[in-house]
């Protein structure tokens, strides 16, 4: 999907409750196929991917990864990603860490519609197929475990 500077800082505002302030040195870079976004002291990365997440020649033992069919055909039938990684602060406690998902989550959401296969999060190797409720899950307190109620 494009995902144009405009765009980006659209979602940004809207999963954090504003947009970045330059006077915080917070910032979105935006180079398709990646961006850069700073705030609140993390940065993560965006990448935009034109093809399947996982290449051809691994695509059978990923699949093996998931007990469900449904996660199955998600990584079978996906044209194409986008991941939201997390590059600061390095080293996070678990604390840090389960607030940079729950940022991640709410910006994650904002990019989720009707084309939207599943939700993967590669750190536990969990798969959620797309529902009615996978927004809703994301933009949870808790959206790693909410994530996997379905």
């Not at 935009?48 to 449904?70: H, I, M, S, W």
């Not at 998600?74 to 678990?94: C, M, Q, S, Y």
Request: contains cysteine; negative net charge.
């Amino acid at each position: 999907m494009p995902l144009p500077s405009d765009a980006l800082h659209a979602a940004v505002a809207h999963a954090w409750g504003r947009d970045t302030r330059e006077d915080l040195k917070e910032s979105i870079v935006n180079r398709p196929p990646i961006s850069f976004v700073k705030f609140e002291g993390i940065m993560l990365m965006l990448t935009n991917g034109t093809k399947p997440y996982c290449p051809d020649e691994y695509l059978e033992e990923a699949v093996a990864q998931f007990p469900d069919e449904r996660q199955k055909r998600v990584a079978r039938e996906h044209k194409a990603f986008l991941t939201i990684d997390l590059l600061g602060p390095k080293n996070p406690t678990k604390a840090i860490k389960n607030d940079c998902y729950h940022r991640m989550a709410h910006l994650a959401s904002e990019f989720v519609d009707a084309n939207c296969l599943g939700v993967y999060i590669p750190e536990n190797g969990y798969m959620r197929p797309y529902d009615d409720h996978i927004i809703e899950a994301l933009r949870s307190d808790c959206p790693l475990r909410e994530l996997e109620k379905w």
